[in-house]
């Protein structure tokens, strides 16, 4: 009887996770210095910034895209190896420049946002762009926690309350509740309302912006157009659901009083104002479902 060799199931032919040889030594070391340069940062910001209503989505945002990059970090470290660091190295220089700059003139915005151009420097010093285009959402996605200008964020805010303010005003007069307005301040019956900027601001809408793109992204659609009428969508959405809080302030202040109005209920109505938005949102998802397809079509 003739003997065959059993076979064995070799193992596949995978890339290697890391390039050949990989500098754990550099790694570690910007690494560490990464930690060094942004652990005092989001103290300061969790002292500063994220502890007011308006700014306040900061350290979630963080968290999601720290999930995404976890998320991701298989196919990162399986992504061929192909660094770039003639782009990585000016890359990093200029985001430590960027971080010096904002971390000692106190200017915020340069402060954070050079951490993702040293993320993205450190991928391509030692991966390269394939695992830069793997990482690239949750990288996109920490500029939603970037604190915004002061001076532009004043400038935007202040048109907007007025505008909810006036929108809710003449909502609530036509349902025939006492009330009246005058610029951002509303009375309704023997009480005063001042519409803050947590209540219709540039920084809600811009967190409402970022819920719908995490959306579109969990959702994996395809089609740009799209993913674009349903991002432009987004604003005047994140305008209505402000409106729709503003409302619920001013019922609950005129049937409960003051104290009601600006105690427990006054936080639960951000919570309302996120429910109300991702509410639009998906019924604005249903019906753009109707003319533009979620996905493009692959030509077999």
């Not at 990585?88 to 960027?98: D, I, R």
């Amino acid at each position: 009887m003739a003997m065959h060799p059993a076979h064995v199931n070799a193992p596949p032919n995978r890339q290697p996770l890391l390039p050949v040889g990989f500098d754990w030594v550099v790694f570690a070391l910007l690494s560490a210095g990464l930690l060094l340069l942004y652990v005092p940062a989001y103290i300061d910001l969790a002292k500063t910034v994220w502890s007011t209503d308006e700014q306040g989505h900061g350290p979630i945002i963080l968290a999601v895209s720290l999930w995404l990059l976890f998320i991701k970090r298989h196919d990162i470290a399986a992504a061929p190896s192909d660094p770039i660091p003639w782009l990585g190295w000016p890359l990093l220089v200029s985001g430590l420049a960027f971080y010096a700059l904002g971390r000692s003139q106190d200017i915020i915005m340069f402060e954070i946002s050079a951490q993702i151009v040293l993320l993205v420097a450190m991928l391509l010093i030692f991966k390269g762009t394939r695992a830069l285009r793997a990482a690239w959402f949750p990288l996109f996605f920490m500029f939603f926690m970037v604190p915004l200008p002061e001076a532009l964020v004043a400038a935007v805010t202040a048109p907007l309350k007025s505008a909810v303010s006036a929108v809710a005003a003449s909502l609530l007069y036509t349902l025939g509740y006492p009330v009246g307005r005058t610029g951002v301040v509303m009375t309704v019956g023997p009480y005063q309302l001042l519409v803050a900027d947590a209540c219709a601001g540039l920084n809600s809408m811009f967190t409402l912006e970022a819920l719908g793109i995490l959306y579109m992204y969990l959702m994996k659609y395809t089609n740009p157009l799209r993913n674009i009428v349903l991002a432009v969508l987004l604003i005047p959405t994140a305008f209505a659901a402000n409106i729709v809080r503003v409302m619920i302030l001013v019922l609950v202040t005129y049937h409960f009083g003051d104290e009601a109005g600006q105690g427990f209920v006054h936080g639960f109505a951000g919570m309302v104002l996120f429910m109300v938005a991702l509410l639009l949102m998906l019924v604005l998802d249903k019906v753009l479902g109707l003319a533009l397809p979620a996905h493009n079509k692959v030509a077999v």
